[in-house]
């Protein structure tokens, strides 16, 4: 019979569901029946997994106030319920077999169901992990037991193609090793935390089995280009996890193996980390403080806390836009480049939205955990207003906006990099956080960290609370929280104060003003005996502001327009309206619509109409950025005169393989652009503006580089743009297309 002593030390099992499917495996041969082992053995496996999970480390970084667990926080009608109800049916409409179909081929097992395509076809950072951790976060925030179900389905299918040395990818040749294991263990530990999915511990220690043996451990300087193994720096956050929710060690060593020594260290001293490399990738750069972030949870050194808060303040001060966002081109760039960057990045890649995001929230959730300071909760809400609450639905084959977009010429949001990228994976992850963003807890005190409508419940000396926040904001400036409990109680409630406001945060309890009290760390203070009905009103009166990125600009262009923390867009289909626009005084250039939500109209030009940017649609024009040095105005495609032969291709793009074949367009200017991209098999293009002619060679080597020509200086007046196919190409070519993203010009004052 086995030996029950046994069990705790060589089950590598913490949860009771683990500990009773490992009794059961040992105990099949004995002929007994399952429920006299249920009953002889039940009370004691309780107490065993009781003293297994008392046993488990505790954090030696502690924090000085805690997030609100999900279970506690109900989202109420608004944003983002609104967004959340969307992702969350979005995601549970693919089937177990669909998101499963890779990964019983490889295990040669029945694969029924559909391919999912795009990157994970491909196997390039799939985000199956992802996708588990989103589900377990969602059903945790909502309690949809559909998630449950659909997660227990997928770990269930999943663990059944793990083979015996614990190989787990979706194929034999995944892109990037580091990156995926990375997310199966962020899977695995949610469903565990989140979900108490039985062998969610187990498949974890199998597949950390292979991990141990097999990942590159040289730790090249990362940037995530040619010869990256794959985001190898962040895989310590989730690794410490597992050692917070296992006890075992052996997930704390294999964490410090991937410590960012390097990258950390620059941060905190202040060296220019960013001469050491040519490419510093923006997200997983900043995702890796969230392991820099665990490491101080677990050690409390506080080396690591000094690496975040330094880490944060880089960020601020040099590489975040308005919207929140970072990152043009998916790099942190010097000061000179990222001065230019809404304009000489034609990608229009100027914010990895979902992931960018995610790394965001953690890294400020961590900081408001570790520090206490409400200044964190500034960098939150922005996102989720400007980034992901700005976003596209998830279509129906899994896109998602990859990228926000900010260019200064105008732009619009578009599905801009296929279905199933890494980002369909964080987009589920980023929004379920929107849970454990909203209130934090200590042991007197509720933070109230988002204003948004929700409803979260509590306890102060065994005084079960509930408190319930209605609002509008940010269309409207005011706050409203009401109190429910059985009987009086003392505690404080907390407030952020928003480093955006353009005057004194106002409160008033049960319509009485009280004074404003701040504490040193930025949180408004009420502390006093709580009744039944209690209602506490804020103001956060908002205005109008100009913000140049980087933020220390000394130019103070390129700018945005926000009012409070929203980044407003404008349309403007005609022209570029950053003449008409007194970025001195932005008050006096916008005049507010009466009735309508956040809704402005230009003094100079009452025709041109400025809305929250997470108000436009899909492909609807609109500018964010302006700059009057460089007043570029995007051409709609359809204003070009096009000769037969062109074929429509990815977004705007248009291609042509015909000799001959043409598009015109006629101007009013004193410059004109053409954006397009290089590829191996393109041809040589003759550009012709008036009675000048010129040759242009789109072959590259590597397909896709895109890639602009510009023509400035030109007379103010009429002018006319033609760019023709030839038979001419490269002697490298392998074929001869044209092609056109996009016409830009800078039209006559």
């Given at each position: 019979?086995?030996?029950?002593?046994?069990?705790?030390?060589?089950?590598?099992?913490?949860?009771?569901?683990?500990?009773?499917?490992?009794?059961?495996?040992?105990?099949?041969?004995?002929?007994?029946?399952?429920?006299?082992?249920?009953?002889?053995?039940?009370?004691?496996?309780t107490v065993m997994v009781t003293t297994v999970r008392a046993e488990l480390p505790q954090p030696l970084g502690l924090d000085l106030i805690s997030p609100l667990d999900y279970r506690d926080v109900h989202l109420d009608d608004g944003a983002l319920l609104d967004q959340v109800l969307e992702v969350k049916s979005a995601y549970l409409q693919v089937s177990d077999d669909d998101y499963l179909r890779g990964f019983r081929r490889r295990a040669g097992l029945p694969a029924p169901g559909h391919e999912l395509g795009g990157w994970y076809a491909a196997d390039r950072f799939i985000p199956f992990g992802q996708v588990l951790s989103g589900l377990a976060r969602m059903y945790a925030g909502t309690r949809d037991e559909a998630c449950r179900r659909r997660l227990s389905a997928?770990?269930?299918?999943?663990?059944?193609?793990?083979?015996?040395?614990?190989?787990?990818?979706?194929s034999r040749n995944p892109n990037a090793r580091h990156y995926g294991y990375e997310k199966m263990v962020c899977g695995l530990v949610d469903a565990h935390v989140y979900a108490a999915n039985p062998d969610a511990l187990g498949f974890l220690s199998r597949i950390t089995d292979w991990a141990?043996?097999?990942?590159d451990r040289t730790k090249p300087y990362a940037f995530n280009g040619p010869g990256d193994p794959g985001e190898w720096y962040t895989l310590g956050e989730n690794l410490y996890r597992a050692y917070l929710a296992t006890g075992q060690t052996r997930y704390r060593d294999f964490a410090r193996?991937?410590?960012?020594?390097?990258?950390?260290?620059?941060?905190?001293?202040?060296?220019?980390?960013?001469?050491?490399?040519?490419?510093?990738?923006?997200?997983?750069h900043v995702n890796s403080l969230s392991s820099a972030a665990m490491a101080y949870r677990v050690s409390g050194d506080r080396q690591y806390l000094q690496t975040l808060v330094r880490g944060y303040n880089y960020l601020q001060r040099n590489q975040v836009f308005a919207s929140g966002g970072y990152g043009p081109g998916e790099h942190l760039l010097p000061a000179a480049a990222l001065a230019t960057a809404p304009d000489d990045h034609p990608r229009?890649?100027?914010?990895?939205?979902?992931?960018?995001?995610?790394?965001?929230?953690?890294?400020?959730k961590s900081l408001i955990r570790f520090t206490g300071e409400a200044r964190y909760g500034d960098w939150v809400e922005r996102l989720i207003i400007n980034a992901t609450g700005a976003s596209l639905p998830v279509s129906p084959t899994g896109e998602v906006t990859y990228y926000s977009h900010y260019t200064l010429s105008g732009t619009s949001k578009n599905y801009s990099s296929g279905?199933?990228?890494?980002?369909?994976g964080t987009r589920i992850q980023a929004i379920a956080d929107y849970h454990d963003l909203i209130y934090f807890t200590a042991a007197h005190s509720l933070y109230v960290n988002l204003y948004t409508p929700s409803t979260c419940s509590v306890a102060f000396d065994g005084v079960p609370v509930a408190i319930r926040q209605r609002t509008r904001f940010p269309e409207e400036e005011n706050v409203e929280v009401t109190l429910s409990l059985p009987r009086q109680a003392n505690f404080a409630l907390s407030f952020r104060r928003p480093g955006w406001l353009a005057g004194p945060m106002e409160i008033r309890v049960n319509d009485v003003p009280v004074p404003l009290n701040v504490d040193p760390t930025g949180w408004a203070v009420i502390d006093r005996a709580w009744r039944q009905g209690d209602r506490v009103a804020l103001h956060l009166p908002m205005d109008l502001k100009a913000n140049p990125f980087p933020p220390v600009s000394p130019s103070a262009f390129p700018t945005a327009i926000t009012f409070g923390p929203t980044v407003l867009a404008f349309s403007s289909p005609a022209a570029n309206p950053v003449g008409k626009i007194d970025f001195k005084r932005p008050a006096a250039s916008l005049i507010r619509v009466p009735g309508d939500e956040l809704m402005f109209k230009l003094a100079a030009d009452e025709t041109i109409a400025a809305r929250p940017l997470y108000a436009f649609k899909k492909d609807e024009p609109y500018f964010v950025y302006f700059d009057p040095a460089r007043a570029w105005t995007r051409v709609p495609s359809d204003h070009l005169?096009?000769?037969?032969?062109?074929?429509?291709?990815?977004?705007?793009?248009?291609?042509?393989?015909?000799?001959?074949?043409?598009a015109e367009f006629a101007f009013e200017g004193t410059a004109v652009r053409w954006v397009a991209k290089k590829f191996d098999d393109a041809c040589i293009a003759e550009v012709s503006v008036d009675d000048q002619v010129i040759a242009v060679d789109l072959y590259a080597p590597r397909r896709g580089d895109f890639f602009q020509y510009d023509v400035r200086s030109l007379p103010p007046g009429k002018h006319t743009i033609r760019i023709s196919a030839t038979s001419r190409m490269n002697p490298k070519s392998k074929g001869g297309f044209l092609n056109i993203v996009r016409l830009e010009v800078i039209q006559s004052p």
């Open positions: 019979m086995t030996r029950l002593p046994a069990l705790a030390a060589t089950a590598p099992a913490t949860t009771f569901g683990e500990v009773r499917n490992w009794i059961v495996r040992k105990i099949n041969c004995t002929g007994r029946s399952l429920l006299f082992w249920h009953l002889l053995l039940i009370p004691l496996l997928l770990v269930t299918g999943w663990g059944q193609c793990i083979e015996p040395d614990g190989y787990f990818f979706y141990e043996k097999n990942l193996v991937w410590e960012y020594d390097a990258f950390w260290k620059s941060l905190r001293t202040g060296e220019d980390f960013l001469t050491k490399a040519d490419h510093h990738h923006a997200y997983s229009e890649d100027h914010f990895e939205t979902q992931c960018a995001s995610w790394a965001g929230f953690k890294l400020a279905p199933w990228t890494c980002c369909s005169t096009w000769s037969s032969g062109w074929k429509p291709a990815r977004d705007e793009m248009r291609v042509t393989s015909v000799a001959g074949a043409y």
